[in-house]
């Protein structure tokens, strides 16, 4: 039997690259997660943590993924694993990442059926004229038969698309459709700004009080910039494997946290100024995203078509995000297990709702009073991938890639002075800045060290 590595799909462009790769981080993360981490941290101080975590540790993270995957044109498995000649132990990255993407998709999943379900109640909340109220939100989410029904919806759905493989999947339908999201996220700024009393959100969001930073608002912080760029799991890596040759890893790596951090903005801009307008609670959860978005459109005429179309837009940027959860899994059975395509991606999914069916049942519902070291499943999932599994895999791909890989060997990658004068700049960041800060924000937020 050949080698499949030898006729493995790719991105077809640099552009390709640059949307799909944005297609991979711009997801819940921004829209759900970000708006509700922030509102639950305090505000601005989270925010500018989450800034600096994104510039000084996300972004050389991404650039050592993306090196390293694209060295080695393998899943992250195999590609950790041969990296370093002699140093098969590194494999653990890529497994460990594929028990954080099982983890993460457990949770992620469910919330994704949330925003599915919205599609349909936002379009009959159109159509009859009864709102969507925070009771409509409790009611799905606290449910069983609802939110399990949507979530393998979700599901069957990724997994399809997965299923048809690479560039035909992934990138015409996040290409096509990124743009569109972002103009109706511009809409929801225009109309939350307008509201009276919006400037007291814009405030919240940036005008920090940093006496309000402590080693967990850090670590959340820094558990979000990993989450947020899909990276320290073995995500960026697989992607990293399918760029072109001719492809700037910085520069493009760059542009991705930049775009992914202004749809997170946008989205806080949206949600904030209409919770503090409109009297809600910033620390509204994870429903937050759920309850606000209906608010801001109920001000506006046609309202009712526009909440449908945001939640619309909102399903299909989650669909990008959790297709490259599950490539990652989906990549190493075909290739190392020699699965074909479509049973992998059938063999991931069912693991997947496994998991997910516990998280979903723990939040209101039959297992919401079970707890494990004082969180439910849901919270532990997130808890587990986020804050532990990968800033600690993110710490492990910042030792390999600035110090056990050669330096020639980086900056044949990542590019060399002076042409690409920010090589050798980027290799230092990634040596002594990114795993020193990983590693002190990991040891303070889990209460081991106290930093201040
Ligand atoms: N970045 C995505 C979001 O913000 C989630 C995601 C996709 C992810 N792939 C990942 C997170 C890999 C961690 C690792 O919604």
């Not at 109640?121 to 799905?140: D, V, Y």
């Not at 809409?187 to 940093?210: H, M, S």
Request: charge should be positive.
């Amino acid at each position: 039997m050949t080698s499949r590595t030898t006729n493995r799909d790719a991105f077809a462009s640099t552009l390709g690259a640059f949307a799909a790769t944005l297609g991979s981080a711009v997801g819940l993360g921004n829209i759900w997660k970000f708006p509700y981490l922030t509102g639950s941290n305090g505000g601005a101080a989270f925010v500018l943590a989450y800034l600096l975590a994104v510039a000084l540790v996300g972004l050389p993270v991404m650039v050592v993924e993306h090196a390293i995957g694209r060295r080695m044109r393998l899943d992250a498995v195999r590609a950790y694993e041969k990296v370093i000649p002699g140093q098969r132990r590194w494999a653990i990255i890529g497994w460990a990442g594929m028990a954080s993407a099982l983890l993460i998709m457990a949770f992620y999943t469910d919330v994704a059926g949330w925003v599915f379900a919205y599609v349909f109640k936002s379009i009959a909340a159109a159509a009859t004229g009864a709102p969507l109220t925070p009771e409509t939100f409790g009611a799905l989410a606290g449910g069983t038969w609802e939110p399990l029904g949507w979530q393998v919806a979700v599901l069957v759905l990724t997994c399809g698309i997965i299923a048809a493989g690479v560039s035909k999947g992934i990138e015409k339908v996040t290409k096509t459709l990124m743009p569109l999201l972002l103009v109706l996220l511009v809409i929801c700024d225009v109309r939350a700004l307008t509201l009276p009393g919006a400037a007291r959100g814009v405030a919240y969001l940036f005008q920090p009080d940093l006496g309000k930073i402590t080693g967990t608002v850090l670590l959340s912080a820094l558990g979000l910039a990993f989450f947020k760029l899909s990276l320290g799991m073995g995500t960026m890596t697989t992607y990293g494997s399918y760029l072109p040759a001719e492809t700037r890893i910085v520069p493009n790596a760059a542009r991705v946290a930049l775009a992914d951090t202004l749809v997170s903005l946008l989205a806080g801009l949206a949600i904030f100024p209409t919770v503090f307008a409109l009297g809600g609670t910033p620390a509204g959860g994870p429903g937050l995203l759920f309850n606000t978005i209906p608010l801001v459109f109920a001000k506006m005429p046609f309202g009712g078509l526009f909440t449908a179309l945001f939640f619309v837009l909102a399903a299909i940027a989650t669909i990008g995000a959790m297709v490259s959860l599950i490539e990652v899994p989906v990549a190493f059975l075909v290739e190392k297990g020699h699965v074909r395509r479509p049973a992998a991606a059938v063999i991931t999914g069912a693991i997947m709702l496994a998991l997910g069916v516990l998280a979903t049942l723990s939040q209101g519902s039959v297992l919401s009073g079970v707890k494990l070291f004082g969180k439910s499943f849901f919270d532990l999932f997130d808890f587990l991938s986020s804050n532990v599994l990968l800033p600690v895999g993110g710490l492990a791909i910042a030792v390999v890639g600035g110090w056990l890989l050669s330096k020639d060997d980086f900056l044949a990658e990542v590019g060399r002075a002076p042409k690409a004068w920010y090589g050798p700049v980027v290799r230092h960041v990634v040596r002594y800045l990114a795993p020193v800060a990983i590693l002190l924000i990991l040891l303070s937020g889990l209460g081991v060290i106290r930093l201040g």
